[in-house]
């Protein structure tokens, strides 16, 4: 009788449960690489403000790329609801301008006054 291990050239097939697929290391390599470069153009983009001590920075890379996107979304779907469709199509331009610079004035100021509070805890 032959072995249920042994194909039917004559080699033994490999215990694949026990390989890591290559596939799932390319796709964890890749999103760690990005991770990083998003963590890193958002240091440069609070270069005078960064971290100072290796738990700040480790909170940095770990929080800031998720909060940047969830930022980046809220602000996408604030402009994409009736309102901000209203604002975008008001027919004057100073309305636009104010409006736009009022609601990205309060989403900046959250943002910064979260890293703040972040920033005297760490």
Request: net charge positive; glycine share 10%; with cysteine.
């Amino acid at each position: 009788m032959t072995d249920p291990r042994q194909l039917s050239n004559g080699r033994r097939e490999q215990n694949v449960s026990a390989i890591v697929k290559p596939s799932r290391v390319r796709t964890a390599l890749a999103g760690t690489i990005a991770w990083l470069v998003l963590a890193g153009l958002l240091a440069g983009q609070f270069w005078p403000v960064v971290p100072t001590t290796t738990r700040g920075w480790a909170l940095f890379v770990l929080l800031g790329p998720p909060t940047y996107l969830l930022v980046e979304s809220a602000s996408c779907r604030l402009w994409d609801t009736r309102a901000g469709r209203a604002l975008s199509r008001h027919p004057s331009v100073a309305v636009r301008i104010v409006g736009g610079v009022a609601v990205l004035g309060a989403l900046l100021t959250a943002y910064v006054g979260g890293l703040w509070l972040l920033g005297r805890s760490v």
